[in-house]
């Protein structure tokens, strides 16, 4: 009977753990979509929101990690029960980055104060998100059912996201080229494709997580990429 309490109370906290991290990973959604949604329309009072929101997804994060350390120390389990813990910290991590990530791409709104406004760059900046998005959906999905095959589809589906960055960049350096007054906003668009473009990275990093919690190894094979740039991706713009 011990036994069989100990083990539904692991039970218990691993669902905690999960719910805690489809919790982080519906907030670090709906950013990914407002943070774009308030760059292309310009709302500042949008763009705000999202800056606000990314404490909870911070405070989410801390009460995973709290939470996993006590069912660690409490339960000490092994092999498959302590991949499933560590992994719910290693995808909380990905998700406070995204959080992050989104929260930069807010704060550029308020910047974009000009008339400029190219459509085409908008629309493969909301393209690129909207991959980005259906990538983390379909993650998180995978890590919820335990599907292998599911999270390497998105491991192998980044190199779609990169060509795009790499396109829009260099889309951007033409407008840059033929117009200096198109300068500080170019620039602007192009750290906001490059926040989008690592959090697709993110995403990937949660799919080599579902592998390592199911199969108990890493990815073996190199990580696809195609992405071209060198622009930085500087922490807290």
Known sequence: MAFEHTAKAFDSDLQELTRMVSEMGGLAERQIVDSVDALVRRDAVLSARVVAAD????????DLEAHAVLTIARRQPMAVDLR??????????????????????????????????????????????DLVQG??????DAYAAHDVPSAMA????????????????????TYMLEDPRNISFCIHLM????????????ATN?????????????????RPKSDQTTFATVPGN
């Open 154 to 173: 998105v491991w192998k589906g980044d190199e779609e996201v990169d060509a795009i960055c790499t396109s829009l960049f260099r889309e951007l350096l």
């Open 135 to 140: 990538q983390l959906k379909s993650v998180l």
């Open 55 to 62: 404490a909870e997804i911070d405070k989410l994060q801390r």
């Open 84 to 129: 499933q813990i560590v992994g719910a910290m290693r995808v909380a991590t990905d998700l406070e980055r995204i959080g992050d990530l989104s929260r930069n791409i807010a704060k550029r709104v308020n910047a974009l104060d000009t008339d400029f406004n190219p459509l085409k760059l908008i629309r493969g900046l909301q393209h690129m998100s």
């Open 191 to 202: 750290f906001c494709a490059k926040n989008i473009e690592r959090i697709g990275d993110h």
């Open 206 to 222: 949660i799919a080599e997580t579902v592998v390592y919690m199911v199969e108990g190894q890493p990815i073996l094979d190199k």
